[in-house]
């Protein structure tokens, strides 16, 4: 499995003229800043790669712009920064550059521009493809513009990634599969699943509080986003990440999905499904379980406090299940014997 690495570079809020339902853009990244010149945000930015370049290699790192809307921010201010990133890029001291925005804020001009400043991957907040829940959740755009974006981007030859969310007002299941399906179709290469957390402050936390909103919880969050994950997996769309970085804004965040290692409960449950697969049909009462697993995946074996290795225990009636690291890092699945 490719890693991803990124420098990354948040612009909160910035650029944004909307009020998504969700969005409390401060609480998601962790930090606010007081307003700043856009020369001292450019310095910034090069003080922030030069301290990652100097314990990564660079060669695979992309400086990542995250956080707002990107290419809907002030012009000058967006040259500046992209032409920051892009004397890192010219010199090979990084491989690229990426940024997250919004899908109304994509046009054959300013993907013109992007190119030239040597960006390599654009992703798209697009949350969801539902008309309804796009309304409901006050994205300010509808769904056609979702898919008009992205085979804009892909036909210019960027990598594509799509951003979705789980658990948004008038959602479901159904609609959250259909969006990763949709994400597929579009052309991604990479995508990151957001099952969505209810900050206080914002309007999807009043909607929660007087009962137009039932948040989603960390049990159907993980369910889904491993349903999408498959999803995803089957298209060899590569996942960048499910769930907001752990922080105290999250872990203090009222209501929905705030568990602070989302991905994990995630991974962990596609792995004892996977596990589960490959025990169909087989005698496994009173016997002992080996699994043999690369060294990056045994977290995800084992389960959150050996959750997997217990139900496995308790659903199978295994006297025993010993977990082995594989002695290469290839993915090379699991290896399971069962024995006395
Ligand atoms: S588009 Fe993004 S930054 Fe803007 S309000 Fe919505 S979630 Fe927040």
């Known amino acids: 499995m490719t890693r991803h690495k990124n420098i990354p570079f948040f612009i909160p809020h910035s650029g944004c003229k909307n009020n998504c339902v969700f969005c409390s853009q401060t609480k998601i990244t962790g930090f606010s800043l007081p307003k700043e010149d856009i020369v001292s945000e450019a310095l910034r930015l090069k003080a922030t790669v030069d301290e990652a370049l100097e314990y990564m290699n ?10 707002g809307s990107f290419t809907g921010i002030e012009r000058e201010r967006m040259l500046l920064l992209l032409d920051t990133a892009y004397g890192y890029v010219k010199k090979g001291a990084v491989k690229g550059i990426r940024l997250s925005t919004r899908p109304d804020y994509i046009s054959n001009e300013i993907l013109d521009i992007l ?10 907040g697009l949350q969801s493809t539902d008309e ?19 085979a804009l981007i892909v036909d210019h030859g960027f990598g594509f990634g799509g951003q979705m969310m789980i658990g948004l007002p008038c959602s479901d299941r159904e609609k959250e599969l259909r969006t990763a399906r949709d994400i597929v179709s579009m052309g991604a290469t990479s995508a990151r699943i957001y099952p969505t957390v209810v900050f206080k402050g914002t309007p999807l936390y009043d909607m929660a509080v007087d009962g137009r909103y039932t948040p989603i919880t960390n049990e159907t969050a993980a369910d889904v986003a491993a349903a999408c994950l498959r999803i995803f997996r089957e298209a060899n769309v590569e996942i960048l990440r499910i769930g907001l970085h752990a922080s105290d804004e999250l872990k203090n965040a009222p209501f929905g999905a705030n ?39 045994v ?3 084992v389960g959150q406090k050996g959750c997997n290795k217990q139900k496995l225990i308790e659903e199978y009636g295994f006297k025993k299940v010993k977990i082995y690291k594989s002695l290469t890092q290839e993915d090379v699945g699991l290896s399971i014997e069962a024995e006395d």
């Open 58 to 67: 660079g060669a695979e790192a992309q400086i990542g712009f995250f956080g």
């Open 299 to 301: 977290s995800a074996v």
């Open 115 to 124: 190119e030239s400043y040597g960006v390599t991957d654009i992703e798209l």
């Open 132 to 150: 309804e829940v796009l309304k409901v959740s006050g994205r300010g755009h509808g769904r056609e513009v979702c898919f008009e974006s992205a």
């Open 259 to 297: 568990h602070p290692a989302m991905g994990e409960l995630v991974y962990s449950r596609i792995a004892y499904e996977d596990i589960r697969e490959q025990l169909a049909g087989k005698e496994t009462k009173g016997k002992m379980l080996k699994i043999c697993v690369p060294s990056n995946r």
